[in-house]
């Protein structure tokens, strides 16, 4: 077995996971928990707008997550203008920082006014970042697979560029490949692909293209056994990197290739 460690940065954290995972739609808190657990990764998404706030000390998505070993990406989810998603940024900072997470600026940013087929809003998404980034932010921006727009948000000062490879929740898959493949190779950031991503064939695809990370939430926490699909996209996230480092040398054919040697056989 080869002895593989691979790292990656934000904002100088380093990581060694390349799976972030979501805390919605769980059925309760235990499947959460132990998905988080199983899956082992790097950020953990809250949604600010969604959490149930203890106050008591005990119960609760806070409470349930060691967030002393996985950083929390807070999240602007619900959002429908850049107002309200600037009012959750801070108030999920606060919270990150409540938590023993004092150095943590990172902010999952989400402004989605699109009620029916929920697609980010590019200029509210732009708006956001701009004044968030100046008030020492580091933005993880959510937007459709716009190579223009990734451009635009890395110039402005984000953390990572987050394209969805299909819409929130739906599990169709990476739908627009080749303007992901333009995003990754364009960008000089880390890029995230997020949301659309339903098996873990299709995370294993998106890191065998040269994307630095995923966030899956929908595949995991509404599949019968949660756990199991948490590991099987841990497993690959690993596959599709390890993939992508081998530099793979195929090219499509119109027709089979003997893969051993026709001549030189001793028999």
């Not at 998905?35 to 409470?63: C, F, H, M, Q, Y």
């Not at 969805?164 to 169709?172: R, T």
């Not at 991503?197 to 995991?220: Q, Y």
Request: glycine share 8%; proline share 6%; with cysteine.
């Amino acid at each position: 077995m080869v002895n593989f460690t691979d790292k990656w940065e934000v904002d100088n954290i380093c990581f060694t996971s390349r799976l972030l995972v979501g805390t919605g739609r769980f059925e309760n808190l235990e499947k959460t928990k132990r998905s988080i657990e199983i899956s082992e990764p790097s950020l953990v998404t809250v949604a600010v707008r969604r959490l149930d706030i203890p106050k008591d000390g005990g119960g609760g998505l806070l409470n349930t997550v060691d967030w002393k070993r996985i950083w929390m990406l807070p999240n602007t989810a619900g959002s429908k203008t850049p107002d309200e998603a600037i009012r959750l940024g801070f108030l999920g900072r606060e919270i990150a920082q409540s938590l023993g997470q004092e150095e943590n600026r990172f902010l999952k940013l989400e402004v989605i006014a699109d009620d029916k087929y929920l697609m980010p809003d590019p200029l509210g998404t732009i708006k956001a970042a701009d004044y968030l980034i100046k008030k020492g932010f580091r933005i993880f921006p959510y937007i459709n697979s716009d190579p223009i727009l990734a451009t635009h948000l890395e110039e402005l000062g984000c953390a990572t560029i987050m394209p969805l490879g299909s819409a929130i929740g739906s599990n169709q898959g990476l739908k627009n490949l080749e303007n992901l493949k333009i995003i990754i190779e364009q960008a000089k950031l880390p890029v995230i692909i997020d949301a659309g991503i339903g098996r873990p064939s299709d995370a294993s695809k998106a890191m065998e293209i040269g994307a630095d990370a995923v966030l899956i939430n929908t595949a995991i926490a509404a599949s019968e056994r949660p756990e199991l699909m948490a590991q099987a996209m841990k497993y690959a996230v690993l596959a599709g990197r390890l993939g992508f480092l081998s530099n793979p040398q195929y090219k499509p054919l119109k027709k089979g290739e003997l893969s051993s040697p026709s001549k030189g056989i001793p028999f």
